[in-house]
C-alpha cells in the first residue's frame, strides 16, 4: 500500500509539472494566434524568458521537463509518430507526386550532401571528435518546417512550395534519423574496417530504410482496408493512432527506421485509406483530433527550448557556436542549391526560400536528448544542437517572412 501511494504521489507531481508547463504553453499560443504569429517561435522567446528568471514553480516544472530521462524518453517514443503521423495523413499524393522530383533531390541528394559537409567541417574546423561531429551532423541535417508552414499560410504561399518544404521535411527526417543512428551507434566501428565497413554502413543503411519502407507499407495497407466497414470517426481516430505507434515500435522492435514506417504509413493511410474508407466528416474530425495533439506535443517541445538555456554553459563556447552556425548554415546552402541544379521547375527565388526556410527544430532537440548519458561528446552535441536550433527559430524563422515578401513570389503564387 505504501509503494502504492508513493507511485500514485509521484505521478501527481509529473502531472502537475507537464500542467503548469501546458498552461503556460497554451496561453502562449492563443497569444500568438491573436498578434498573427508563429506560435513555436513565440514558445521560444517566452521559454528563453523563463529560463533566465527564477520562479520557484517554474523552476520545479522546467527542471523536470528539461532534465527527466523519463520526459526524454517520452519525447522520443510519444511525441515523434504523433508528429510525424499528423504531417503525413495532410499530404495529398497527388501533389506530393507533382513535386517529386525537387522533394527527392533535396531529401536524399540534399539530405546527405548536408550530412557529409556538417560532419567534416565540424571535425576539421572545429576539431569535434569524428563520432561527435557526424552525430551533430545527422541532427542538422532534419529540417522542421512548422514555423514556415504557418507563415506560408498567412501570407498565401503556393500549395507548391509547401509541399515541396514539407515534403522534404518529412523525407530528410526519416533519413536523417538513419544517419543519426549509425553515426552515433556504428560509425567508429565501420571506420576501422576500412572499405568493408563502409560497405556495410551502406548495407545498414538499406537493412533501417527498406526495413521502415516495407512495414509502413504493410500497416498503411491493412489499416486502409479496416476502414472499409466502418463510419465511426473515434474509431477511425484509434486506428489512425494504432497505425502510427504500431509502425514505430514494430520497426524499430526489428531495428527498422521507425520513423520512415510512420512516414509511409501514414502517407498512405491518409491518401489511400481516406480514398476508400472516410466520410468527408471523419476526415474532417481526424485532421481536428490530431492537429490538437500535435499542438500540444509542439508547444511543450519548443518551449523547452527555451528553458534549456540555464543548463548550457556558454562560457567560452561563444567560438564553437558561431562556428557551427556557420557551418550548418554553409552546408544547407550548398546542398540546397547543388541537390536542385538538375530539378527544372523551381524558380531561383523559390530556392533561396527553401534554403533560408530549412528550420531546425523538435526532430534535432528529441534525438540530441534521446542520446545516452554516457555517451561521449554529449554536452557539446546538446550545446551546439540547442545553439543551432535556436538561431534557426529566432533569425531564420523571424526573417522568412519578409523575404518571402521582398523575393516577390506571391503574386505569381497565388493562382
Known sequence: YLELERV??????????????????????????????????????????????????????????????????????????????????????SVLYQQRKPILALAFIGTFLSFLLIGFGTFYVIGLPLIVAFTFAALMSATDPISVLSIFKSLGVSKKLAVTIEGESLLNDGIAVVLFQISSIYLITYIQMGIAGFGSGVLLFLKFSIGGLVIGLLLGFVFSQLLRPFDDYPLEVAFSALLFFGCYFIAEHFHFSGVIAVVVGGLIFGNYGAKIGMSKQTKVNINTFWDSITQIANSLIFLMIGLEIRHIDFADKWGIIILAILIVVVGRVIAVYSSTTIVKGLSLNEKHIINWGGLKGSLSIALALSLPADFQGKETILLLTFSVVLFSLLVQGLTIKPLVRKLGVLPSMNK
Not at 523519463?70 to 504523433?82: D, E, K, N, T
Open 8 to 93: 500514485m504521489h509521484l505521478f501527481n507531481e509529473v502531472f502537475i509539472q507537464i500542467l503548469i508547463l501546458l498552461a503556460i504553453s497554451i496561453s502562449v499560443i492563443a497569444i500568438a494566434n491573436l498578434l498573427k504569429q508563429p506560435y513555436s517561435i513565440a514558445l521560444v522567446l517566452v521559454g528563453l524568458l523563463l529560463g533566465l528568471t527564477d520562479n520557484p514553480v517554474i523552476d520545479t516544472a522546467e527542471q523536470f521537463i528539461t532534465q527527466s530521462s523519463v520526459f526524454q524518453a517520452i519525447i522520443i517514443s510519444l511525441f515523434l509518430p504523433i508528429l510525424l503521423g499528423d504531417a503525413t495523413l495532410k499530404l495529398e499524393f
